[in-house]
């Protein structure tokens, strides 16, 4: 059996990809002390003989003096010094490195946390950018900082690590084992050389017992040696090599349906943890092989169960031959051990039907193959499980349709026989065999074969109606028709139920691509819970339902496939989800969890937590779901968990958005009130003080003076509650327009009536003669004057001059203020009409930055625009059109005396 030897595709593309990247070399250790910087001061040293530009980014010698001996002469990238809460922190020089550029950066201590005002707030961060960036990297790291081990280090050890690395951190790295016996670390301890004395105290009492140090030396030796196997798994997809290499020992298990499968699979976990291997349990579904009743399909998700529960990896494949894909995929995964049972079949059904344990044991080629006979009567004397039936008999319609469609070819072959002649009279007879192979299967394309033979010889071989041959050539023509019938009929028999398989994975494989685009676009938890609920319960044909967490923590159905479903959720069904709710595993029926429920419960894991529980059940407490359905379960799951992640952090987002907005708001109005408000009541205080106590002394003209200062403080005052009231109204959508016939010179001369400071100003004002009178809110528009001349006075010189022009652009009239300050970068055009921006001055500006947006709200709800623009000349114009819709009526008040302009 001759195996593609051509490379891995994808090791081959990871192989490209990492050769861009820099490498990664770890000298990884059991605990601190072990002497991992020292081996890797070492190494570098080594390296820098050889010629190679070594540079030293971090090397934490912890006042050893021959780790600091090892340093003299490597060039050595001087720290950065950051200032954290009043002290000063020495940390590594990231960007100075990258501008080096060596060959080989070393940097120690893989699992530190940089001192806030880094780049990176991880030190394995920097080293991914180093690698990045085609740096090879040394680093160093303790078995007890990988993040992967981390529950078990606490459980050994009785201390949690914060401080961890991701594995994937790993995955690519080169593994250099730093190991010494326990007795000569705790020596270096006692001596020291570690910790201070008193930490070193501490340290022998709580962590460093020997123990523990056997068990963290045990896991990073295990780590080391998975390593290393994984990395010759990889050198062998990558280099085409078939294997096996017995580098290390890897045992599979093959599973069926049969319940002595379960034997297997212990027998299987007995031997990969005497080996200290890992082990796969694996399935092949083939055609001809595949569990037809419930029964089976029980027995089989039982089997698969079983082997997970037991710590293997479980694989499920699909295949005509079984031997041929468990060898493919033994040589795949380098597996040093196979076992495989040997049903107790006869020597007449492995002859028909072949033996896949002879075929697998023929090519196994450096595999050694555990064969375990069966025990006689065991596959026969399996008890069912209650209501299950056995697998009906074959339906006889097809074999009366192939008798049929045999005697319909007869009686035309014998109609043409003058005509035909033998040759394609035999041929004809091949028809009913490819027609009932792929019409209803094998059974029936061979009882073609076998009817045609006979129809054949006693109607057309001479001697006719006979069963006689008078020439024996036609015995040999027998015997071919009958072999090429019999092939034909298999294979295509063999091809429908293929074509069978693909279409139920294809048609799985829609559903989740289907489920996966139908919830991308939702933005909502309810429809994407609904849409779950619906395609799970058209996939499995079963009901199902979802549940999260309410307010206080308690599962609660928030959709299902069916109203009745949510009634049936009785008190022991809602602790079943609670199971799988708090540990993330999945229970209920068909597992050996909970199994009396009446649902299966899958938790919605998205990381490490959990959301929610999906529950299916399928109506009939008979029936199992098979383990591909089970898998299929799990990826919906996966798929709902990350929707409901994902609507979960976008809502968390939003409420921390409004949070922010509020707490800008907040600091905004903190800040006017302590300018804005202040400035005014200092100066009407200041003016009140000073005619309450100057009494006589001011002649009418200061007096004047000091009552207009009075008044101008006030209506500042004014105009900021004013425009804090605007944006209320404008956010709460509760502004209303009360639209007249109003006349823009009106409001222009209103307007800066109001502003005293204007008077200090060179104004223009340019309006275009007989300007239309334009329907608005009078009393708003005012206010968006008024804004936009207070804006141009706050952000121009004092002196400068300030423009209002106005005229009528086809059906629109425009009106604009221009100031003569500074120009406002491109960039920020645009944005001087949100909340709260400021542009930066070179001046002290008062304000809230709410005036320009307040600006914008009340132009728009006009139906009208407002933009910003820099002038030619210097400066800023915010131009603002209104529509002017229909013609004004011919009488319109020609005073705005109603509004109280006396300008």
């Given at each position: 059996m001759e195996k593609d030897k051509r490379p891995d595709p994808d090791s081959l593309l990871v192989s490209l990809e990492e050769e861009g990247r820099g490498r990664l070399t770890v000298f990884l250790g059991a605990a601190a002390g072990v002497g991992k910087t020292y081996a890797m001061l070492e190494a570098a040293r080594d390296r820098l003989a050889e010629g190679v530009?070594?540079?030293?980014?971090?090397?934490?010698?912890?006042?050893?003096?021959?780790?600091?001996?090892?340093?003299?002469?490597?060039?050595?990238?001087?720290?950065?010094?950051?200032?954290?809460?009043?002290?000063?922190?020495?940390?590594?020089?990231?960007?100075?490195?990258?501008?080096?550029?060596?060959?080989?950066?070393?940097?120690?201590?893989?699992?530190?946390?940089?001192?806030?005002?880094?780049?990176?707030?991880?030190?394995?961060?920097?080293?991914?950018?180093?690698?990045?960036?085609?740096?090879?990297?040394?680093?160093?790291?303790?078995?007890?900082?990988?993040?992967?081990?981390?529950?078990?280090?606490?459980?050994?050890?009785?201390?949690?690590?914060?401080?961890?690395?991701?594995?994937?951190v790993l995955e690519a790295a080169r593994i250099q084992l730093v190991d010494i016996p326990p007795e000569e670390l705790i020596q270096r301890l006692k001596d020291g050389k570690v910790y201070v004395p008193g930490q070193a105290a501490e340290a022998l009492r709580k962590f460093f017992r020997p123990g523990n140090i056997n068990a963290l030396r045990e896991l990073a030796l295990r780590y080391a040696a998975r390593r290393v196997d994984r990395q010759v798994e990889t050198y062998m997809r990558a280099h085409g090599i078939p294997g096996p290499w017995p580098a290390g020992e890897r045992v599979m298990v093959c599973v069926s349906p049969s319940p002595f499968s379960a034997r297997l699979i212990r027998i299987a976990r007995r031997m990969a943890e005497g080996l200290q291997a890992e082990w796969l349990a694996v399935y092949v579904e083939a055609p001809r092989r595949f569990p037809a009743g419930e029964a089976e399909r029980d027995r089989l998700a039982k089997n698969l169960r079983l082997a997970e529960e037991l710590g293997a990896e479980t694989i499920s494949l699909t295949g005509q031959d079984v031997a041929e894909e468990l060898l493919e995929l033994a040589r795949k995964r380098n597996i040093s051990q196979i076992i495989i049972g040997k049903p107790l079949h006869s020597r007449l059904w492995e002859w028909l039907h072949g033996s896949v344990v002879d075929k697998v044991i023929r090519?196994?080629?450096?595999?050694?193959?555990?064969?375990?006979?069966?025990?006689?009567?065991?596959?026969?004397?399996?008890?069912?499980?209650?209501?299950?039936?056995?697998?009906?008999?074959?339906?006889?319609?097809?074999?009366?349709?192939?008798?049929?469609?045999?005697?319909?070819?007869?009686?035309?072959?014998?109609?043409?026989?003058?005509?035909?002649?033998?040759?394609?009279?035999?041929?004809?007879?091949?028809?009913?065999?490819?027609?009932?192979?792929?019409?209803?299967?094998?059974?029936?394309?061979?009882?073609?074969?076998?009817?045609?033979?006979?129809?054949?010889?006693?109607?057309?071989?001479?001697p006719t109606f006979s069963f006689t041959v008078a020439d024996l050539r036609y015995l040999i023509s027998f015997v071919i028709f009958l072999l090429v019938a019999l092939f034909t009929g298999t294979l295509s028999s063999r091809l429908q139920e293929q074509a069978r398989l693909s279409r139920r994975r294809?048609?799985?494989?829609?559903?989740?691509?289907?489920?996966?685009?139908?919830?991308?676009?939702?933005?909502?938890?309810?429809?994407?819970?609904?849409?779950?609920?619906?395609?799970?319960?058209?996939?499995?044909?079963?009901?199902?339902?979802?549940?999260?967490?309410?307010?206080?923590?308690?599962?609660?159905?928030?959709?299902?496939?069916?109203?009745?479903?949510?009634?049936?959720?009785?008190?022991?069904?809602?602790?079943?989800?609670?199971?799988?709710?708090?540990?993330?595993?999945?229970?209920?029926?068909?597992?050996?969890?909970?199994?009396?429920?009446?649902?299966?419960?899958?938790?919605?894991?998205?990381?490490?937590?959990?959301?929610?529980?999906?529950?299916?059940?399928?109506?009939?407490?008979?029936?199992?779901?098979?383990?591909?359905?089970?898998?299929?379960?799990?990826?919906?799951?996966?798929?709902?968990?990350?929707?409901?992640?994902?609507?979960?952090?976008?809502?968390?987002?939003?409420?921390?958005?409004?949070?922010?907005?509020?707490?800008?708001?907040?600091?905004?109005?903190?800040?006017?009130?302590?300018?804005?408000?202040?400035?005014?009541?200092?100066?009407?205080?200041?003016?009140?003080?000073?005619?309450?106590?100057?009494?006589?002394?001011?002649?009418?003209?200061?007096?004047?003076?000091?009552?207009?200062?009075?008044?101008?403080?006030?209506?500042?005052?004014?105009?900021?509650?004013?425009?804090?009231?605007?944006?209320?109204?404008?956010?709460?959508?509760?502004?209303?327009?009360?639209?007249?016939?109003?006349?823009?010179?009106?409001?222009?001369?209103?307007?800066?009536?109001?502003?005293?400071?204007?008077?200090?100003?060179p104004l223009q004002i340019d309006l275009q003669p007989d300007l239309p009178l334009v329907q608005a809110d009078f009393m708003l528009i005012e206010q968006v004057l008024v804004n936009l001349l207070d804006n141009a006075l706050k952000y121009s010189e004092p002196g400068s001059e300030i423009t209002i022009a106005a005229r009528r652009e086809g059906e629109e009239l425009a009106v604009a203020v221009a100031d003569r300050g500074q120009h406002i970068p491109e960039e920020d055009l645009g944005r001087i009409f949100d909340k709260f921006y400021r542009l930066q001055s070179p001046r002290l500006v008062s304000g809230t930055g709410l005036g320009l947006a307040i600006c914008k709200g009340i132009i728009e709800a006009h139906g009208g625009r407002i933009w910003a623009a820099n002038h030619p000349a210097g400066g800023v114009v915010i131009t603002f059109v209104l529509p002017l819709g229909e013609a004004a009526p011919g009488e319109v008040p020609a005073e705005g005396a109603d509004h109280g302009h006396g300008n």
């Open positions: 530009d070594v540079v030293v980014g971090w090397v934490e010698t912890h006042g050893r003096a021959e780790t600091a001996a090892l340093l003299e002469g490597l060039p050595v990238i001087p720290p950065r010094r950051l200032v954290y809460r009043g002290r000063e922190f020495a940390e590594m020089d990231l960007d100075a490195l990258l501008t080096r550029r060596p060959a080989l950066a070393l940097v120690d201590e893989l699992a530190h946390t940089n001192i806030p005002g880094s780049r990176h707030v991880r030190r394995y961060q920097d080293v991914e950018e180093l690698l990045a960036a085609g740096i090879d990297v040394y680093t160093t790291l303790n078995i007890q900082h990988l993040e992967s081990l981390n529950d078990i280090v606490a459980q050994i050890t009785g201390v949690q690590v914060r401080e961890t690395v991701p594995d994937r090519h196994s080629e450096g595999i050694s193959v555990h064969v375990i006979p069966g025990k006689p009567g065991r596959e026969r004397q399996v008890p069912r499980a209650p209501g299950v039936t056995r697998r009906p008999p074959a339906p006889l319609l097809p074999y009366a349709g192939i008798m049929v469609l045999m005697f319909l070819v007869t009686l035309c072959a014998a109609s043409f026989r003058t005509f035909l002649g033998p040759v394609n009279v035999a041929l004809m007879f091949l028809l009913p065999v490819l027609a009932g192979a792929v019409k209803w299967g094998t059974g029936p394309a061979v009882l073609a074969a076998l009817v045609g033979v006979l129809a054949f010889d006693f109607l057309f071989v001479p294809e048609a799985r494989t829609a559903a989740l691509y289907a489920l996966s685009r139908e919830i991308a676009a939702v933005s909502e938890l309810e429809p994407v819970l609904e849409s779950v609920a619906r395609k799970v319960a058209e996939t499995v044909e079963g009901q199902v339902m979802v549940l999260l967490p309410d307010e206080n923590g308690r599962l609660a159905v928030r959709a299902a496939s069916s109203p009745g479903l949510v009634d049936s959720l009785d008190e022991s069904e809602r602790a079943v989800a609670t199971w799988v709710f708090e540990r993330g595993v999945m229970a209920g029926r068909g597992t050996d969890t909970l199994s009396a429920s009446a649902g299966l419960y899958l938790p919605l894991r998205a990381g490490e937590e959990v959301r929610g529980v999906l529950g299916v059940h399928t109506g009939d407490r008979e029936r199992y779901l098979h383990p591909e359905q089970v898998r299929l379960l799990e990826a919906f799951a996966g798929l709902a968990a990350l929707a409901v992640t994902r609507i979960q952090l976008a809502e968390k987002a939003r409420v921390a958005r409004m949070l922010a907005e509020s707490e800008r708001l907040r600091t905004a109005l903190f800040n006017s009130l302590s300018h804005d408000l202040r400035t005014p009541l200092a100066s009407i205080i200041g003016a009140v003080t000073g005619l309450l106590e100057g009494g006589d002394v001011y002649d009418p003209a200061a007096r004047r003076d000091l009552l207009q200062t009075i008044k101008q403080g006030a209506l500042r005052m004014n105009r900021f509650v004013n425009n804090l009231l605007d944006m209320a109204r404008l956010e709460s959508g509760l502004l209303s327009l009360r639209k007249e016939w109003c006349d823009m010179q009106d409001i222009i001369g209103v307007a800066v009536g109001r502003l005293g400071e204007l008077r200090s100003r």
